[in-house]
């Protein structure tokens, strides 16, 4: 059997993209949640927050690690296995990566290294200023990148003139049509994450015991911020539905299972979609709730597969089951911000040990739900590299072969494996440490000593009175 090295490719970069964004939509949020502690610790001076600033930081620090490494191989695909769409989009794609490393990695390189390492060694308002700094520069790197990607789905300001992307106008390509809703939906998913795994590894510490005072500030803030943030993200999720719908109505008929342009169209619970049959073998829906959703009316006519050439049709099935487990994860944090609400009253929140074990045990739900929606994003708008302009065939390496793409795919998930397994083992070993007491933890003075000369009599190993390291 001969290999497909269009299929084996785009497996490949589906691997790749999807162990690499499970990282910066953690970190995003991450980033920022540490800068506010660090804000909180500089006003107040309460260790509390200081433990928590010390703790999460170590975290961000591997997971930061782990989403350098896996990110750098994404770009180097681009020339491997999609060289004829790197030539074609180079004049766009090209500056703006350059963009996001100038922009972006620049700022986080000068100000990362003071938030891991200066702790105690730089003056306190200069270690704020570089959370600060860090949380902003993960907030540009999202800002490049999700500009880049939406204009894929959605491209403007280009004109194709001899299989090249000519730009027309960069502020039409860098703001497109799809991208104010996806970089709004991308970052409180990074926070919604966040929050969640903050909340859950607190509830965890809460279970045994292990400095309360501080997790019961960490649970309580991040379940006021899941309290408003995900019923938003519903909102910002309708917002982003209807752009697509009227950018990309094949996608949105393949989230809904809907073949036939009709109007009062059922919202599918549960569907098998058949794409050689172009039909549903099985479906159970609410009357007329996916019209009401999508055009705001239940009479809204919504477009069906059948516009779309069978050839042209994204996987249906992958889609349509994909976008019901994002949804559906998100019901359910949703739910459980509103439980969390409900169980405030006499701090109930602190000692209910089967809610605390149900926010530990949901800690990976919003990384699912995160790759169930880059699932939907990328699956849906196949067969299109460029949506409406470039295909996947197009795009991919003329030379490239089926052994060579398969041989570069395990190698990845080999590397890979070896990547997260480190990475895992370093966050639980972070983890079952925890917060250490106040009295075994290195003095936050700020007061930065001026070395003295080495062999200055002052400082002698041989006067017992004075500490040759401190001094």
Known sequence: MELDPLLLSRLQFAFVICFHTIFPVFTIGLASYIALLQGLFFKTHNPAWDRLALFWTKVFAVVFGMGVVSGIVMSFQFGTNWSNFSMAASNFLGPMLSYEVVTAFFLEAAFLGILLFGRGKVPQGVHLF??????????????????????????????????????????????????????????????????FVVAGVSAWFLVRGRDPEANRRALSMCLWLLLFLTPAQAVVGDFHGLNTLEHQPAKVAAMEGHWETSTN?????????????????????????????????????????????????????????????????????????????????????????????????????????????????????????????????????????????????????????????????????????????????????????????????ANTPFDDDVDPVRN
Not at 136 to 150: E, Q, R
Not at 304 to 315: D, S
Not at 423 to 428: M, N, Q, S
Request: hydrophobic share 50%; aromatic share 12%; charged share 15%.
């Open 130 to 195: 570089a959370a600060i700094m860090v949380a902003v520069g993960t907030f540009i790197s999202a800002f490049w990148i999700l500009s880049a990607n939406s204009w894929m789905h959605t491209p403007a300001g280009v004109e194709l003139i001899d299989n090249r992307f000519h730009i027309t106008s960069w502020s039409e390509a860098i703001f497109n049509p799809s991208f104010p809703y996806r970089f709004v939906h991308m970052a409180l998913a990074s926070f919604i994450t966040g929050g």
């Open 265 to 457: 169209v059922p919202l599918l619970l549960f569907a098998i979609p058949d794409q050689e049959a172009q039909a549903n073998n099985f479906e159970l829906g609410i009357p007329n709730l996916a019209s009401i959703i999508l055009t705001h009316s239940p009479d809204g006519e919504i477009p069906g597969l059948n516009e779309v050439a069978v050839e042209e049709q994204p996987p249906v099935i992958i889609v349509f089951w994909a976008f019901r487990v994002m949804v559906g994860i998100g019901l359910l944090m949703i739910g459980v911000s509103l439980i969390g609400l409900m169980l405030r009253r006499n701090e109930r929140i602190y000692h209910q040990r089967l809610f605390l074990k149900a926010l530990t045990g949901m800690i990976s739900l919003p990384f699912i739900a995160v790759l169930a929606g880059w699932i939907v994003t990328e699956s849906g708008r196949a067969p299109w590299l460029v949506y409406g302009m470039m295909t996947h065939a197009e795009g991919l390496t003329p030379s490239l072969t089926g052994s060579m793409a398969l041989f570069s795919l395990i190698g990845y998930i080999l590397v890979y494996a070896v990547v997260f397994y480190a990475g895992i083992y370093y966050l639980t070993r972070v983890v079952r440490n925890g917060m250490l007491p106040e009295d075994d933890r290195e003095t936050t003075d700020m007061n930065v000593h001026r070395p003295m000369r080495p062999l200055s009599a």
